[in-house]
């Protein structure tokens, strides 16, 4: 049998307090006596309901600016006391305590102020401590009473009421309860993440991480699985402005596109991926060349990709993309006339990035209910931290390209090998377990479909090459400089052969696997 509770009794604390009017009349329906303080009771008073205030509830004035209100034994006693519990009644009996059925708190808006103020003085302020211990305990003997701590189940306590006539069941107290623990767990957190990033404590002994429902999916990775897209930041950063709703799938390619883009310079450079891997990169200061040299690196790997500009699309591109078949398109903006054009194709998204941002600068990697931790790889490959190895220094140019092709070969599955020409890929070998195999991929693809951009061409390594094999592939088809990071037992011999061969070899000093 559902054990329904009559609500007698009820706490009101909000910091947002936009549905105040509506919570106080369907409340009063049932004739529930509220207590209240601080903003929250002045505004229940002006808009004509009655209430005690919490001060005349305990008698006991807040004090420490309002620190101290809430956290008082006569509200804990009335929120923890197990009602069938003989004991519990005398002592609240004997105190003269009342029990206190319902809780409807929301707490100080702390992720809104990290993203309004750098002023760590008012951050810390807005830490809420009686809320959540309000939310805690009632969560707690939610057999007893129930808590609503967010806008989003206000409606469902109002059916509730309806439907039990002024009471709650069990099932629905232990489901908000679930919400409420959900709800201070992803406060605290917020809270802490914040802390951890201003002392740069990145591996504490425990770690706890946030994340906000912005979307349920369709479904995940797979239709037999359930996904949802969460977000640690206060606000989504991509907006859609057209097209079917997005998949999972679609979320992950999204997210790998705008990781690149967001490492060209402002307004430059075009990504075209597919199932995670770029099979396309430029960075053409001219946005219609940028995206064809994305594109005829691999126009058949493109076919149903994403297609990420970190500049906003205009007319004349539009046009182009418009004839192509592209699942999604990104841009830093879209002009008036490329709306128009590229909202003609029904089922195309359209996703405006401008305001992305990658808030958090963790990487997780989780198998089931354990995850590892690393911070971002986000090194930025500069000429004055290279090491010319070979004999034969570098063209300008030459410099200039591989720093390209080793910044984009940053984003592609291990084992990755990326050739490229100027500023663009002209094949791009990944995801294999063999070195070697990534070079034969990468050559192929070129050869596929830009044959004559290969000779005189450069070639990046994410990783060392075990053996000279790899190398002497990319050199017979027309490489003429390579990067790589070294660190090989076999340097010594890759240098030898890059000498033997007259070509360029730089080492990074630094790997970059993404398995």
């Known amino acids: 049998m559902k054990k329904i509770v009559k609500i007698k009794r009820a706490l009101i604390s909000l910091s947002d307090k936009s549905d105040l009017k509506k919570i106080l009349d369907n409340l009063s329906k049932y004739k529930i006596k509220l207590i209240s303080s601080g903003g929250t009771y002045k505004k229940i008073k002006k808009l004509g309901f009655n209430c005690t205030e919490l001060s005349d509830y305990t008698g006991f004035n807040e004090m420490l600016d309002g620190r101290v209100k809430t956290l008082h034994p006569k509200i804990h006693a009335g929120i923890l006391s197990v009602r069938k519990n003989k004991k519990h009644r005398k002592e609240l009996k004997f105190n003269k305590f009342e029990e206190i059925d319902l809780i409807l708190v929301n707490f100080y808006p702390f992720e809104k102020a990290i993203n309004q103020t750098n002023n760590f003085t008012k951050i810390i302020e807005n830490i809420d401590i009686g809320g959540p211990t309000l939310v805690r305990a009632a969560a707690k003997n939610f057999k007893d009473v129930a808590v609503i701590t967010s806008s989003k189940l206000y409606e469902k306590l109002f059916y509730e009421l309806k439907k039990n006539k002024g009471c709650t069941s069990l099932d629905f107290r232990k489901n908000v309860a679930v919400h409420a623990f959900n709800e201070v767990s992803y406060y605290d957190s917020v809270i802490s993440n914040y802390l951890s990033n201003k002392t740069s404590l990145l591996l ?275 490489v003429e400089a390579i990067i790589q990071p070294g660190g090989s037992i076999k340097d010594k011999d890759i240098i030898k052969f890059a000498n033997k061969t007259d070509t360029v070899l730089i080492f990074s000093k630094t790997r970059h696997f993404k398995h």
């Open 204 to 478: 504490p002994h425990k770690k706890t991480f946030h994340g906000k429902l912005n979307e349920k999916l369709r479904y995940g990775e797979n239709p037999h699985q359930i996904g949802g897209y969460y977000s640690s930041s206060y606000k989504k950063n991509i907006k859609q402005l057209h097209g079917k709703k997005l998949s999972f799938n679609n979320y992950n390619d999204i997210f790998s596109a705008l990781s690149i883009s967001e490492t060209f310079k402002k307004n430059i450079g075009t990504t075209i991926i597919k199932h995670t891997n770029p099979c396309g990169v430029s960075c053409n200061k001219n946005s219609i060349k940028s995206f064809s040299q994305a594109f005829n690196c691999d126009p058949i790997s493109a076919f149903g990709g994403i297609v990420s500009c970190n500049y906003k699309i205009k007319k004349e591109l539009a046009l182009l993309l418009k004839n192509k078949f592209f699942e999604i398109i990104i841009g830093k903006g879209f002009g008036t006339d490329a709306i128009k054009i590229l909202k003609q194709k029904k089922n195309l998204r359209l996703i405006d990035s401008t305001k992305f941002d990658i808030f958090n600068k963790h990487s997780l990697i989780f198998f089931k209910d354990q995850f590892l931790l690393q911070n971002q790889d986000d090194v930025k490959i500069i000429k004055k931290n290279l090491k010319i190895v070979s004999n034969k220094k570098p063209t300008k140019d030459q410099f200039e390209s591989l720093i390209f092709a080793f910044n984009a070969c940053k984003y592609v599955k291990s084992n990755a090998i990326v050739l490229a020409k100027k500023n663009y890929t002209i094949g791009i070998g990944s995801g294999q377990p063999s070195r070697l195999d990534s070079c034969k991929i990468a050559i192929e693809k070129a050869k596929k479909f830009l044959p004559d951009k290969l000779y005189k061409s450069v070639a990046a390594s994410d990783a060392f090459f075990p053996f000279t094999d790899g190398i002497e592939q990319l050199i017979q088809s027309g």
